[in-house]
């Protein structure tokens, strides 16, 4: 006979004064797989967990098949079993035998499992813990993208399982319903799902047990709050709703909201009521309203709440930069003086002001159509509407500062986005177009147009020496050269090309003469 022979039929021997100690050791001689193995001997030693949100309450837990419990024994006997729930119900532990603990919490399955064990293993202390949850199977039905089973794991709760690729377009996210069978009959859980991923806020989100029903209605009521809240538009209603509950889902009042607000409800099917009440009085609730299927909030926008308007003046002056102002009431000249006042270097004659106008961005049509004409094609009035309209869409103006600064009138005032742009003084005239040498001409008190087109190299052979125009610097103004008297710094002279005409229309024009000349011929020739 063996050693490890004769081992078993001693224990065997003292089996029956002690059945208890025998078991053990024999199931550590024989090495016992199943019910008996301990946590140790599993592959690895790692027991592998579902995904869970926070430890598994043992008074709401309830025990099912397929559950895997951990037996623990520790005093004047130190043993660990781990056992599965069988398909009926019951947990096998070693000298003891099956114990019913299906459909019992956790705390209550602890508690039988602890009588039964300590009548076998007396004077030792008996603990019962769930090591893996079982995986069950729960069924969707009502308004969902997959009708029917689903597997999930017991430790699982209604909000988890139901994720957003699980719902319809038109599934109700805050009437949804865990319909549960008990031996006292049908349960129905409420779930409001869509207040709970807006707020945090979810009063019963239940474990779920096997053959749940997770019960998806179709969405077919609604509340709506619009305004001054974070997250104003339309909710579907529940059961319960009352105007908090609407601010709440609404993410709460904005700090630029009145207190003033109003409530509009349908009457009937045609008629309109209106109820105001104020938005503190809700928020510390001293005042609530249940609402109904279309009702809507409006919670107002206080004006220019924490708007604070500002101009930037930039260039040759002390202090560039952007600065607050006050509308209606800070000028041009308050902008000069907060800013320190201008450099030596600034061109005071030409501050340039850029204003943007609110239409510069949306189309013209009329503008579109004239720009794509040729001058001859314009009638006088055309051509003079399409510079009217350019002109006005213009974003700078030109202030000369000697005149502004002894001028309230032309003082300008200030709007919110205004650029003051002082350039560096520049004394010279620009002369381009139909030149020998376009650029710069240094600036003279009493010079002529004409001395400014010699400096420049002439007039090219395509020039048209009648048309030469000036555009002032300060004004922005185009005028004839012959109406300027005297030309300032930073003025443009322009020369512009002279246009072709054609051999056919001086023909043309040349056959009009004669025929006219013969006709004045024939007419006075006496009879």
């Known amino acids: 006979m063996t050693p490890r022979r004769a081992w078993t039929v001693c224990l065997a021997a003292l089996s029956l004064a002690s059945p208890a100690w025998a078991q053990d050791r024999l199931l550590d001689l024989l090495g016992a797989s199943g019910a008996g193995r301990t946590q140790a001997s599993s592959a690895g030693g790692v027991v592998a967990l579902p995904p869970m949100t926070g430890p598994v309450d043992p008074a709401e837990y309830m025990v099912g098949p397929g559950d895997v419990l951990q037996v623990n024994l520790t005093g004047g006997v130190t043993r660990t079993w781990e056992a599965m729930v069988s398909p009926e119900g019951t947990l096998f532990v070693p000298s003891v035998g099956g114990i019913p603990v299906a459909g019992l919490s956790l705390l209550d399955a602890r508690r039988v499992v602890t009588q039964r064990v300590s009548v076998e293993y007396r004077k030792v202390n008996v603990d019962l813990r769930l090591l893996r949850p079982r995986v069950m199977l729960v069924h969707l039905a009502g308004e969902t993208r997959h009708n029917g089973p689903l597997e999930v794991s017991g430790a699982s709760r209604a909000s988890e399982v139901l994720a957003d690729t699980l719902l319809a377009p038109r599934s109700s996210r805050r009437n949804i319903e865990v319909r549960r069978r008990t031996p006292q009959g049908e349960q129905r859980i409420p779930l409001d799902l869509l207040r709970f991923r807006l707020t945090g806020r979810l009063p019963r989100d239940p474990l779920l047990r096997d053959g749940d029903v997770l019960f998806v209605p179709v969405s077919n009521s609604h509340i709506g709050i619009e305004g001054a809240v974070g997250r104003a538009g339309q909710y579907e209603l529940a059961a319960g709703d009352s105007l908090s509950t609407l601010f709440e889902l609404g993410g709460g009042v904005l700090a630029d909201a009145t207190d003033e607000a109003i409530l509009v409800r349908f009457r009937d099917a045609t008629h309109m009521d209106s109820l105001g009440f104020r938005v503190s009085d809700v928020v510390a609730g001293r005042f609530d309203v249940a609402l109904r299927d279309g009702d809507r909030a409006f919670v107002y926008y206080i004006p220019h709440f924490h708007r604070l308007e500002h101009a930037s003046i930039l260039g040759e002056v002390q202090r560039p930069g952007a600065y607050p102002l006050e509308p209606g ?199």
């Open 329 to 527: 009431v800070t000028r041009l000249s308050d902008m000069v003086r907060a800013s320190g006042g201008f450099l030596e270097t600034a061109d005071l004659a030409a501050l340039r002001v850029f204003r943007a106008d609110p239409k510069s961005g949306d189309r013209d049509p009329e503008i579109e159509r004239l720009s794509q004409l040729s001058r001859r094609d314009m009638t006088s009035s055309e051509y003079e509407v399409l510079r009217a309209r350019i002109t006005a869409r213009r974003e700078d103006f030109r202030v000369d500062w000697n005149r502004a600064k002894g001028d309230p009138d032309l003082d300008m005032l200030m709007r919110t986005g205004d650029i003051v742009r002082v350039d560096p003084s520049l004394a010279a005239v620009r002369v381009e177009g139909e030149v020998r040498r376009p650029g710069l001409v240094r600036h003279e008190a009493n010079r002529k147009v004409s001395e400014y087109v010699r400096l420049a190299g002439g007039f090219s052979q395509r020039a048209s020496r009648g048309q030469v125009r000036i555009t002032r610097a300060v004004t922005g103004q185009t005028l004839l050269a012959r109406e300027v008297s005297a030309l300032e710094p930073g003025d443009l002279i322009w020369v512009p090309e002279r246009g072709d005409v054609a051999v056919w229309q001086n023909t043309q024009s040349l056959l009009l003469v004669l025929a006219q000349i013969a006709t004045v011929i024939v007419a006075v020739r006496p009879r």
